[in-house]
């Protein structure tokens, strides 16, 4: 199984930006596609972004697109979410999802490893 470390969670006022970083490690890693969902309280984890390994496709939910940019560093095994212009509603705990079988409209059944979450508060 893959491992994955996200980093780059916080507080930050509304209309303020994060980066956030997943870095996969472990056996050889070779995923077709990464993604990042999001989890609030009280609320189903939902697909914000992903990104196929191989060329670059991106795809991401209608709530962020335009404020938030998925990216990878093949050297690195890095997968990238810049957020800009963040509201309220984006406060959430936010995974890493490796293993993917797609990037397009992804689902949570098609990824299969996950990371332990990074928390994200925008303050109002």
Known sequence: QVQLVESGGGLVQAGGSLRLSCAASGRTFSSRAMGW?????????????????SFGNTYYADSVKGRFTI??????????????????????????????????????????????????????
């Not at 969902?37 to 390994?53: L, M, N, T, Y």
């Not at 979410?81 to 397009?104: F, H």
């Open 37 to 53: 969902f999001r989890q609030a309280p009280g609320k189903e984890r939902e697909s914000v972004a992903a990104i196929s390994w």
């Open 71 to 124: 990216s990878r560093d093949k050297a690195k095994n890095t997968v990238y979410l810049q957020m800009n212009s963040l509201k309220p509603e984006d406060t959430a705990v936010y995974y890493c999802a490796a293993e993917g079988s797609t990037w397009y409209r992804p689902t949570i059944s098609d990824f299969g490893s996950w990371g332990q979450g990074t928390q994200v508060t925008v303050s109002s």
